[in-house]
């Protein structure tokens, strides 16, 4: 069993976790301030409630309130990439700033492999993933279930001048889609994957993790190449473990390569303080 890694991101230009407490979080995107709900901030804030009241968009009650003159939407770097930002409904801003540490990671393991590589992105959201990995030079095909992610994602490919790239934009569900590859014979050097714990693919399909990740892995096991580079999967259902996950790659991949765990950690730019943001599982070999 692989001892679990805690991954930080820490401030950057563009992003900043700039103080967390009492179920909350205060985060700069680019120069708007948000504020919003996270359950994992069990702890004091650092700043007074005048520091809080300055956001310029807040999440309560199930809705936000912005305040006049904060744009409707507005683009930012992170993790060497660009991005839209827009609040949306469910408290989500179109980032997961947590995931720039997967980012660096997929990157670099694309360089080192030294030939071509595919790349299969289940879940893919505004596309994160797909863009590291098109910008290291695999080709990729980004799956999700949502047409308004999926042109988020590619309006994010065309601010980081990735949109020549060689990637696959897929409105489908994951499982489905994945089923259809095996049957075609279509093969993927990596696949990378963050499945949420409750969602609906394009069709309306129901995806609960606790039912369906298991199929999803084992099919998606199949539609890798004789040459496999790696494998991840990103966490967010609450009450899960890396552990978890690791017990289901090993039992997909055996003693082959090398296996990482742990969590995905943002830290807070005035302590130090770092805010759980999910969890990783990753093998490669």
Known sequence: MSEPKILIVPPSADYELIDSGVGEKLERYGVVVIRRPDP?????????????????????????????????????????????IKPTSFKHTGLFPEQAANWSWIHDAIKKAGRPISVLNLFGYTGGASLAAAAAGAEVCHVDGSKTVVSWARENAAASNLADKPIRWILDDARAFVAREVKRGKKYDAIIMDPPAFGHGAKKEVWKIEDDLLELLKISCAAMS???????????????????YENNLRGLFGDRGTYEIGELTIQESGGGRLLPAGIFARWQL
Request: net charge positive; aromatic share 18%; proline share 5%.
């Open 40 to 84: 994992q901030a069990l702890w004091p804030k650092f700043l007074n409630d005048a520091a809080w009241k300055k956001a310029d968009a807040v999440f309560a009650h199930g809705e936000w309130e912005i305040k006049k003159g904060t744009p409707e939407r507005w683009q930012i770097t992170h993790g060497g990439l660009k991005f839209w």
């Open 226 to 244: 004789d040459t496999p580079l790696f494998f991840l999967v990103n966490g967010y259902a609450s009450g899960y473990s890396a552990i978890a």
